[in-house]
């Protein structure tokens, strides 16, 4: 399997912006689907966004027009740009690869937002 690794996360204030990156290796990452997601204190982990190895994008209801998920193939990354974050934003966002039902983790960076 291969290894994902997040960064970018901390404290921002409700209506500033952060961006996370996640960086792939071990893997043909040109071929995988990637997405964020998130899991917040007492809640389910949830789907942020994904992009495909072709670049479709899908977007959480709770993120359209301020979030924004793209990747770079020749760097192997994938970026999660997080514009006008609210308080609800807070959470552990994780990196997630997958292809043909197998999936991939990172370790996961803490998005705070708070005043």
């Known amino acids: 399997q291969g290894q994902l690794v997040e960064s970018g996360g901390g404290l921002v204030q409700p209506g500033g912006s952060l961006r996370l990156s996640c960086a792939a290796s071990?893997?043909?990452?040109?071929?995988?689907?990637m997405g964020w997601y998130r899991q917040a204190p007492g809640k389910q982990r949830e789907l942020v966004a994904t992009i495909t190895s072709g670049g479709n994008t899908i977007y959480a209801d709770s993120v359209k027009g301020r979030f924004t998920i793209s990747r770079d193939n020749a760097k192997n990354t994938v970026t999660l740009q997080m514009n006008s974050l609210k308080l609800e934003d807070t959470a552990v966002y994780y990196c997630?690869?997958?292809?043909?039902?197998?999936?991939?983790w990172g370790q996961g960076t803490q998005v705070t937002v708070s005043s």
């Open positions: 997630r690869a997958a292809l043909a039902g197998r999936y991939s």
């Open positions: 071990g893997f043909t990452f040109s071929n995988y689907t």
